[in-house]
């Protein structure tokens, strides 16, 4: 009877175990955890993300966000994306289930140009720019440089 108890109480203390250690974490998809199959675990959020690489490669990440890193909790501005830049970086978050993030599928807005400005005279225009931002280099004056007139008597 005594080992019963003994066995009894250590199967209650095992299952106590497991449902307070395991948390509400979520589950998302990570493409850069091989060694954990593929999966990290989260308080904040999954997210999806698309760049495009200087190469003109798109790049995407599948990762966990940490829910101290959000800002604000209830809107984060990591999740957010801006109008200026959609064209080079998109992300979308989520948290409504475990591995979510692998059915986001963020994509790149087409580049735009300005109105009115046709494609070859954007890139006239950048290059412009670009050299009118050059400061002018250094006047440098050294004894090779300089010359002297000579007079002959």
């Known amino acids: 009877m005594a080992k019963l108890v003994t066995v009894f109480f250590f199967v209650v203390i095992f299952v106590l175990c497991a449902l307070t250690t395991s948390s509400s974490a979520l589950r998302c998809y990570c493409d850069i955890c091989k060694d954990d199959n593929h ?3 989260t308080e904040g959020v999954c997210f999806a993300s698309i760049f495009l690489g200087d ?13 101290d890193r959000l800002f604000p909790p209830e809107n984060p501005l990591w999740c957010l994306n801006s109008e200026l830049s959609n064209s080079r970086f998109v992300i979308q978050c989520c948290k409504s289930y475990d591995y979510c993030n692998r059915d986001l599928n963020p994509t790149l807005a087409p580049p735009t140009v300005p109105p009115g400005v046709t494609t070859n005279n954007h890139l006239f225009l950048s290059n412009i720019l670009c050299f009118a931002s050059i400061p002018p280099l250094p006047k440098i004056e050294s004894a090779a440089m300089t010359t002297t007139s000579v007079t002959s008597t």
Do not use: A, D, I, L
């Open 55 to 67: 190469n003109k490669e798109e790049k995407r990440s599948y990762r966990c966000f940490p829910k």
């Open 39 to 41: 999966t990290c675990y």
